[in-house]
């Protein structure tokens, strides 16, 4: 998949961790005798786009959008063992902008029987459609049960302009040891907690020129499916998923799908028209997006997932040309029923596929992850 696949990594967003009373904040809802045990989290959230040299793809605005004020987000913390210990649940929170970031510092009581526990996880949940708060019980509710929880499920998109009342849920989890808790001092965790994106974001780009000056009158996503978990399967500790920025081993390899399959109804909804550019070399793009969760597409048979897209130029008696997730050959071609030449649309993976007119022929460019060495394949 090294050819096929960049990450998505303003996707990354990084979770601040600070123990007790901040001077930065007001801390006039706690008492005195509370204050020792005062917590303040931080969300960063970035919103401007990396260096190409940077290595990972940014997101679009609300690709990065956590929905603090309406307290669509839930922090929980858990044993090393994977037992929850307590939900904490803040007071208020103060929002900060920047150039290329937005600060939320959340405020509240720390749970008490979490300074009891010098080793524990902290687990983020975001814009999730709903929370499980009344079934989660201290000592007995297991991680593993909020990732396969029936309400930690989302459906997909009706839409793919995201935005307030259409937003990708989060989940991220880290694990501290050695913490140790002292009345009126300020506790630092670390280290950031690092999240993951539900979905996977998919471009089609159009690159032409004078000459043929084609656009795509219509790109289709063809089977996908309607629902998928906001949290990824058997991801306990940070190590599940990241490694320090490692292509070869970030991030989630295996996939969570509802029932451990695909809808076995036959599915096709339209990619939204992104944008259009010039560059200086006189070449005219366009870029479509969808935001798809999660599809089995190795060992699917006949019920693959795959793009249509269609030109200005065509006719509607003429069929739309197809671009599958699977491997090209030096030739060009690819078989769509050869197994080992598919891959599957996994969570917070940005699949791209560039189009290109050359000599009266259809060609896909898929760029490799971070070398300059292009693949450039004839399209049928």
Same mark, same amino acid.
């Given at each position: 998949?090294?050819?096929?696949?960049?990450?998505?990594?303003?996707?990354?967003?990084?979770?601040?961790?600070?123990?007790?009373?901040?001077?930065?904040?007001?801390?006039?809802?706690?008492?005195?005798?509370?204050?020792?045990?005062?917590?303040?989290?931080?969300?960063?959230?970035?919103?401007?786009?990396?260096?190409?040299?940077?290595?990972?793809?940014?997101?679009?605005?609300?690709?990065?959008?956590?929905?603090?004020?309406?307290?669509?987000?839930?922090?929980?913390?858990?044993?090393?063992?994977?037992?929850?210990?307590?939900?904490?649940?803040?007071?208020?929170?103060?929002?900060?902008?920047?150039?290329?970031?937005?600060?939320?510092?959340?405020?509240?009581?720390?749970?008490?029987?979490?300074?009891?526990?010098?080793?524990?996880?902290?687990?983020?949940?975001?814009?999730?459609?709903?929370?499980?708060?009344?079934?989660?019980?201290?000592?007995?509710?297991?991680?593993?049960?909020?990732?396969?929880?029936?309400?930690?499920?989302?459906?997909?998109?009706? %839409?793919? @302009?995201?935005?307030?009342?259409?937003?990708?849920?989060?989940?991220? *989890?880290?694990?501290? =040891?050695?913490? &140790?808790? #002292?009345?009126?001092?300020?506790?630092?965790?670390?280290?950031?907690?690092?999240?993951?994106?539900?979905?996977?974001?998919?471009?089609?780009?159009?690159?032409?020129?004078?000459?043929?000056?084609?656009?795509?009158?219509?790109?289709?996503?063809?089977?996908?499916?309607?629902?998928?978990?906001?949290?990824?399967?058997?991801?306990?500790?940070?190590?599940?998923?990241?490694? %320090?920025? @490692?292509?070869?081993?970030?991030?989630?390899?295996?996939?969570?799908? *509802?029932?451990?399959? =695909?809808?076995? &109804?036959? #599915?096709?909804?339209?990619?939204?028209?992104?944008?259009?550019?010039?560059?200086?070399?006189?070449?005219?793009?366009?870029?479509?997006?969808?935001?798809?969760?999660?599809?089995?597409?190795?060992?699917?048979?006949?019920?693959?997932?795959?793009?249509?897209?269609?030109?200005?130029?065509?006719?509607?008696?003429?069929?739309?040309?197809?671009?599958?997730?699977?491997?090209?050959?030096?030739?060009?071609?690819?078989?769509?029923?050869?197994?080992?030449?598919?891959?599957?649309?996994?969570?917070?993976?940005?699949?791209?596929?560039?189009?290109?007119?050359?000599?009266?022929?259809?060609?896909?460019?898929?760029?490799?992850?971070?070398?300059?060495?292009?693949?450039?394949?004839?399209?049928?």
């Amino acid at each position: 998949m090294k050819n096929v696949v960049r990450y998505i990594v303003t996707g990354i967003l990084t979770l601040f961790v600070l123990w007790g009373t901040s001077c930065n904040h007001d801390t006039e809802n706690f008492s005195l005798s509370d204050r020792g045990t005062a917590l303040s989290i931080g969300f960063r959230l970035p919103i401007r786009s990396l260096e190409t040299d940077e290595g990972y793809e940014v997101g679009e605005t609300y690709e990065n959008y956590i929905d603090v004020e309406n307290n669509n987000y839930r922090i929980y913390f858990f044993t090393s063992d994977n037992k929850f210990i307590a939900r904490f649940e803040p007071d208020g929170f103060v929002v900060t902008e920047g150039s290329d970031y937005r600060d939320y510092s959340v405020l509240g009581k720390a749970p008490t029987s979490l300074v009891n526990h010098k080793n524990f996880k902290m687990v983020v949940l975001a814009n999730w459609p709903q929370y499980g708060d009344d079934t989660m019980q201290a000592g007995e509710t297991l991680l593993a049960d909020v990732c396969d929880a029936e309400w930690g499920q989302f459906g997909s998109f009706s %839409s793919f @302009e995201l935005g307030p009342e259409r937003l990708v849920p989060f989940y991220g *989890v880290h694990e501290y =040891n050695n913490i &140790e808790f #002292k009345v009126g001092e300020v506790t630092l965790l670390p280290e950031p907690v690092t999240l993951l994106r539900a979905v996977a974001k998919v471009e089609v780009i159009l690159k032409t020129d004078e000459h043929f000056d084609l656009s795509f009158s219509e790109v289709k996503i063809h089977r996908y499916n309607k629902k998928g978990y906001c949290a990824p399967k058997d991801v306990f500790s940070q190590d599940d998923y990241d490694h %320090s920025g @490692e292509w070869n081993s970030d991030y989630v390899s295996g996939l969570h799908l *509802v029932e451990d399959g =695909n809808d076995v &109804e036959e #599915k096709i909804q339209d990619f939204r028209f992104a944008s259009q550019w010039m560059d200086t070399g006189g070449y005219k793009y366009e870029k479509w997006i969808a935001y798809l969760s999660e599809y089995r597409n190795i060992d699917a048979g006949d019920k693959y997932s795959c793009i249509e897209v269609r030109f200005d130029a065509q006719t509607d008696e003429d069929e739309p040309h197809r671009v599958y997730f699977a491997n090209y050959d030096e030739s060009g071609k690819t078989d769509s029923n050869d197994n080992a030449k598919r891959f599957n649309i996994a969570r917070n993976n940005l699949y791209r596929f560039t189009i290109t007119v050359r000599d009266s022929r259809l060609m896909v460019n898929v760029q490799e992850w971070k070398y300059a060495y292009d693949n450039e394949y004839t399209f049928d």
